[in-house]
C-alpha cells in the first residue's frame, strides 16, 4: 500500500491564497528591502566619506594654526623647550594629513565605484544623498588632486593618486 501525504496549509493561511500570490507578495517585499538596502548603504558611504573629509580639513587648518604658533612663539623669542613642544604638536598634525588623505582616497573610490555599479537604479532617483554624493565627490576629488601637487603623487590619467611611503 502506498499512502499519499497531503500538506494542507497553516491555519493562519487564507483558503484563497495561491502560491502563486505568496511568490508576488515575497517578490515584492524583497524589492522594497532591495530599495531600502541600497539607500541604506549610499547613506552610510556618503556619510563615512563626508567624515573623512571634514577629519582632512580639519587637520589642515590644525596645521595651519601650529605654524602660525610656532612663528609666533619663534618671533617672541619664547624658551627653546615650549618651542620644541610645540613644534612636536606640528608634528604630529603632519603625520596624521598623509594616513587621512588616504583614507580620504579610500573612501572616495569605494564610493566612485559603488554609484557606478548601483547609480542608476530607480530607487536611489528620490534620494536626497545622491545629489550630495555627486558633489562631495567633485569637492573631494579637488583635495586630493591639490594634496598630489604638494605630496609624491602619481598621476592616472587626469586623476593623482598618493604613492604610499
Known amino acids: 500500500f502506498f499512502?499519499?501525504?497531503?500538506?494542507?496549509?497553516?491555519?493562519?493561511?487564507?483558503?484563497?491564497?495561491?502560491?502563486?500570490?505568496?511568490?508576488?507578495?515575497?517578490?515584492?517585499?524583497?524589492?522594497?528591502?532591495?530599495?531600502?538596502?541600497?539607500?541604506?548603504?549610499?547613506?552610510?558611504k556618503y556619510g563615512s566619506l563626508n567624515r573623512i573629509f571634514k577629519d582632512y580639513k580639519s587637520y589642515q587648518k590644525e596645521e595651519e594654526?601650529?605654524?602660525?604658533?610656532?612663528?609666533?612663539?619663534?618671533?617672541?623669542?619664547?624658551?627653546?623647550?615650549?618651542i620644541n613642544k610645540q613644534e612636536e604638536v606640528l608634528e604630529e598634525t603632519q603625520n596624521m594629513l598623509p594616513n587621512c588623505m588616504t583614507r580620504l582616497t579610500d573612501a572616495l573610490r569605494e564610493l566612485e565605484s559603488w554609484?557606478?555599479?548601483?547609480?542608476?537604479?530607480?530607487?536611489?532617483?528620490?534620494s536626497e544623498d545622491k545629489p550630495k554624493a555627486h558633489d562631495l565627490i567633485s569637492t573631494c576629488l579637488l583635495y586630493t588632486s591639490d594634496a598630489a601637487d604638494d605630496l609624491l603623487c602619481v598621476d592616472l590619467g587626469g586623476r593623482r593618486i598618493i604613492k604610499k611611503k
Not at 491564497?17 to 532591495?34: F, G, I
Not at 594654526?65 to 624658551?79: G, S
Open 115 to 126: 554609484l557606478e555599479e548601483n547609480g542608476e537604479d530607480p530607487s536611489l532617483n528620490e
Open 65 to 82: 594654526q601650529q605654524k602660525a604658533k610656532v612663528q609666533k612663539m619663534k618671533d617672541e623669542q619664547k624658551d627653546s623647550y615650549d
Open 3 to 44: 499512502f499519499l501525504m497531503i500538506r494542507r496549509p497553516p491555519r493562519s493561511t487564507q483558503s484563497r491564497s495561491s502560491a502563486a500570490s505568496d511568490v508576488y507578495k515575497r517578490q515584492t517585499q524583497y524589492r522594497e528591502m532591495a530599495e531600502v538596502n541600497l539607500q541604506k548603504s549610499l547613506r552610510i
